[in-house]
């Protein structure tokens, strides 16, 4: 039986990922989701999985701007043909990342909902009234606010996971689990 490993950059995209086959109601059991603790460890991840006896197939989730790299340790470790998409083995990117990809695809109004729901509208509010952010775009300013306190970005993504509408999932995360979930 075929062993599906899917790798994440760290815990807030997993969480992200986890949220969304919630409301899309398909299950993940049977999967291995394993976070990297940064995109750097996916070299010395995906050779330990690549070398271990039986049938593995590894999928991941990764940032835009780490797409050479990933593009790389795929050719490198004879995965990917080094001019193919990293989407044919499995491994899906994200614009910007994937707080933006849930940002865009829920629109700055759900996101503020959502932050409100978490009684952090006040501080988000507060943020948006610094010096350095009353020019930025509402969406950077939500991505900015994502990562200003420990535990926020571990949780963000996958919050606003849970309010999008499921017709707006963003792509990456519908294509990951499609890839994941086929036989």
């Not at 986890?18 to 995906?46: Q, Y």
């Amino acid at each position: 039986m075929t062993r599906t490993v899917v790798l994440f950059e760290g815990a807030s995209d997993r969480l992200a990922v986890e949220a969304a086959s919630r409301r899309l109601g398909v299950g993940l059991d049977g999967l291995d989701l394993v976070d990297l603790d940064g995109i750097t460890n996916l070299r010395a991840v995906l050779r330990d999985l690549l070398a271990q006896t039986g049938d593995v197939r590894v999928l991941g989730l990764y940032d835009a701007a780490e797409g050479a790299y990933v593009r790389r340790v795929l050719s490198d470790l004879g995965v990917l043909d080094a001019t193919a998409d990293p989407e044919g083995v499995g491994f899906f990117g994200c614009e910007r990342d994937l707080e933006d990809e849930a940002i865009a695809a829920a629109g700055p109004d759900l996101v503020v909902e959502t932050l409100d729901a978490r009684g952090e509208l006040a501080r988000f509010r507060v943020f948006q009234g610094q010096p350095a952010q009353r020019e930025r775009a509402v969406e950077d300013q939500l991505h900015r606010f994502a990562g200003t306190a420990a535990g926020r970005k571990a949780r963000f993504a996958a919050d606003v996971i849970d309010a999008i509408p499921l017709e707006r999932m963003p792509r990456p995360l519908v294509a990951l689990l499609d890839a994941a979930l086929a036989e």
